[in-house]
Nanobody, 123 residues
């Protein structure tokens, strides 16, 4: 059993930067690939970024490639999403997720979800 808790969301101006953190509990954290999804009002939840269990491979959606960076520190049971050059369309609830491998994160075959943290990009 793995529990995921996101933090670090908030209000940021367009062009600004913000980082969100996912803290995990459970001894098996390091065996899971991790990812971030987001859901804007009136839209379906969409994939943002994924990282392999070892942290050696990453994958990003086209909409955030070059602006967002996913990373993890297994010794602290944490995964991070660094966001820069933020746009109003990045406004959403951001969710942390755990899955079997990197590809199953991308395809949203998720084993565990966090509760989400709100990121609002507005002037």
């Amino acid at each position: 059993q793995v529990q995921l808790v996101e933090s670090g969301g908030g209000l940021v101006q367009p062009g600004g930067s913000l980082s969100v953190t996912c803290a995990a509990s459970g001894r098996t954290f390091s065996s899971y690939a991790m990812g971030w999804f987001r859901q804007a009002p009136g839209k379906e939840r969409e994939f943002v970024a994924a990282i392999s269990s070892t942290g050696t491979s990453t994958y990003y959606s086209d909409s955030v490639k070059g602006r967002f960076t996913i990373s993890r520190y297994n010794a602290k049971n944490t995964v991070y999403l660094q966001m820069s050059s933020l746009k109003p369309e990045d406004t959403a609830v951001y969710y942390c997720a755990a899955a079997r491998d990197l590809m199953t994160v991308v395809t949203a075959e998720i084993d565990y979800w966090g509760q989400g943290t709100q990121v609002t990009v507005s002037s």
